[in-house]
């Protein structure tokens, strides 16, 4: 069932098969573009809003439904919100294929504007709040630093499930390059840039 709108998604980059951004096996999507500059962001090639490509959202959702054994999505950036139309347009449409949504942004529910609330109610689980370098955190699960928020707005997730670890995935590419997706600590990034 694919039933959009769409709206353009401007993307930085996508792994199609990641097991550390949520529960089970997910399809992430980086967006392109975000003002919103935290101060050691590692995602900071995703600021510019010149870069990446942009996609339809209805191409978007029937790539996603041809990728095998994911259980759902993952949106970060970049930042997703500020995309808010083209976003909700592709939750709304995983959510109607039986797909479940993770949703990270730097703004807190306090600085949402209407489709921006949209897009967090129909979220399983959302990482929200600026990410603040002096309170990054290499423990835990999910989150580079302390004051961000997990919630799970719609219930088909419990944080009481959630057990707080760091988790640190790496991509071997068919060049030989290496993807590192999570948040390492500064030996393991150090490793992995050395090669």
């Keep these: 069932m694919i039933e959009t709108e ?3 998604l401007h993307v930085g980059h996508i792994s199609k098969h990641s097991s550390i951004y949520g529960p089970g096996i997910r399809y992430v999507i980086w967006t392109q573009g975000c003002t919103l500059a935290c101060k050691g962001c590692w995602n ?62 730097g703004y807190s529910p306090d600085e949402f504007d209407e489709t921006m609330q949209a897009c967090y109610d129909n979220c399983d689980i959302v990482v929200s709040g600026r990410y603040v370098e ?19 707005p719609t219930e088909k997730y419990s944080l009481e499930d959630l057990n707080e670890q760091n988790e ?6 068919e060049d030989g390059t290496i993807e590192m997706y999570g948040y390492p600590d500064d030996e393991i990034r150090a490793w992995v840039e050395g090669f």
């Design 6 to 8: 769409n709206h353009t």
């Design 44 to 105: 900071t090639q995703f600021w510019p809003q010149k870069g990446g490509k942009s996609i339809g959202v209805k191409e978007l959702v029937e790539e996603i439904l041809s990728v095998q054994g994911v259980e759902g999505i993952t949106l970060l950036g970049g930042e997703p919100l500020q995309q808010a139309d083209a976003t909700l347009e592709l939750i709304q449409s995983m959510k109607r294929n039986g797909l479940s949504v993770f949703l990270y942004t």
């Design 134 to 152: 002096s309170l990054r955190d290499t423990n835990l699960r999910w989150r580079g630093s302390s004051n961000q928020k997990i919630s799970c």
């Design 168 to 173: 640190i995935e790496f991509v071997v590419n």
